[in-house]
């Protein structure tokens, strides 16, 4: 266990690494393949002695090895970040399609949470790709979740479809087909990963309006994809408990 749970962790970074070049390029409409990763700065293309998640950084405090222009501390948080939730489901899955469907959602998640900060977006390339894995996972490791996932799928997009129409300045169609992605990767488990992300947004929300007042506070624009995540991650976890604790309490 405790090495699978390592080469989780050490693949965690690596796809972190991957991640950063995603959330970049991504938006911008550039491959992201081609050509080899450079310093946003000055241009100059890193040495593969750069790219070695976190430990290149820290190696290099932080600089470009070549104009010295500080390089955001983001990026190794996201490979730590990515790494660490790789090994958590490592650790907390026992359970083949459970730890895949895991491991499917963190890389989905990560870019997502950041494209939609930086650029208020959630990409169809993401979000559908997150769909289609989710699909051949669950068909090729376990065909009985797979009606639960999809019932699961149409609910949580639907609930967010209806709020769309009903309120379109407040949240957008990358919403809801995040909502429906995280219906097939957690099946009934959605319904406390919308709970959490509402109860999350409306506590931001309501942060805001304390520190802008209330006229501005409203006005401020935040996107809903990073609180979507937040619930989706949490509910994988303990999303099927906070499920039966409420069926056995009421």
């Known amino acids: 266990m405790a090495l699978a749970i390592a080469l989780a962790a050490v693949g965690g970074l690596i796809v972190g690494s991957f991640l950063n070049v995603v959330v970049w390029r991504l938006p911008r409409g550039e491959s992201l393949s081609h ?5 946003p700065s000055c241009g100059t293309q890193l040495r593969a002695i750069d790219n070695i998640p976190v430990v290149s950084w820290l190696a290099l405090r932080g600089k470009c090895h070549h104009c010295g222009a500080p390089v955001s501390a983001r990026y ?11 090994a958590a489901v490592a650790a907390t899955q026992d359970d083949a399609v459970r730890i895949v469907l895991g491991l499917l959602l963190v890389t989905a998640l990560v870019p997502i949470t950041l494209i939609d900060l930086d ?29 639960e996932a999809a019932i699961a799928a149409v609910a949580g997009g639907g609930f967010f479809f209806i709020a769309a129409v009903l309120y379109p300045r407040g949240m957008g169609m ?15 488990a959605v319904a406390p990963a919308i ?13 805001i309006i304390v520190r802008k007042g209330a006229t501005e506070g409203r006005k401020t624009a935040v ?24 069926l056995d309490t009421f």
């Open 195 to 207: 709970v959490i992300a509402l109860i999350a947004g409306v506590v931001l929300g309501a942060a």
């Open 35 to 39: 050509p080899r990763s450079r310093c």
């Open 119 to 147: 650029h208020r977006i959630i990409p169809n390339r993401i979000t559908g790709a997150a769909a289609i894995a989710a699909v051949i996972a669950i068909a090729a490791l376990d065909t009985d979740f797979l009606p």
């Open 223 to 246: 996107p809903f994809g990073p609180f979507l995540a937040l619930g989706g991650l949490v509910a994988f976890f303990v999303g099927n408990e906070l499920v039966d604790a409420y």
């Open 76 to 86: 190794p948080l996201v490979e730590l970040a990515t790494g660490a939730l790789y």
């Open 174 to 188: 990358g919403d809801v087909k995040l909502a429906g992605v995280l219906g097939l990767y957690l099946g009934r």
